[in-house]
Nanobody, 124 residues
């Protein structure tokens, strides 16, 4: 019943932008932190950004600082990841996730619920 669904991925040239969406069903985002992760082929899953219940953000990956922005719209039960100034090394499957109960951004190992992912490919 609890489900997270990512969308918005695609193919983009270096320097381009995408906006990813994470929509929830079976629960409300209100009161929960939500994180974005990514995993490239042959690489470990990497935390990207998290947003807490009141909109404060936590940067997990230094490589995206100043380029990616996380935001939330609890009325729409949606969390967004704005990807800008994209680089080929940003190519990965991007996942959103929720911790079991936390209203604050936890460590990256403490997420309990995951979406299926959306593919982002950055290439010329």
């Amino acid at each position: 019943q609890l489900q997270l669904v990512e969308s918005g991925g695609g193919f983009v040239q270096p320097g381009g932008s995408l906006r990813l969406s994470c929509a929830a069903s079976g629960f409300s985002f209100f009161g929960y932190a939500i994180g974005w992760f990514r995993q490239a082929p042959g690489k470990e899953r990497e935390g990207v950004l998290c947003i807490n219940d009141i909109g404060s953000t936590t940067l997990y990956a230094d490589s995206v600082k100043g380029r990616f922005t996380i935001s939330r719209d609890d009325a729409k039960n949606t969390v967004y990841l704005q990807l800008s100034s994209l680089k080929p090394e940003d190519t990965a499957v991007y996942y959103c996730a929720r911790p079991l109960y936390s209203s604050y951004c936890p460590t990256t190992s403490e997420y309990a619920y995951w979406g299926q992912g959306t593919q982002v490919t950055v290439s010329s």
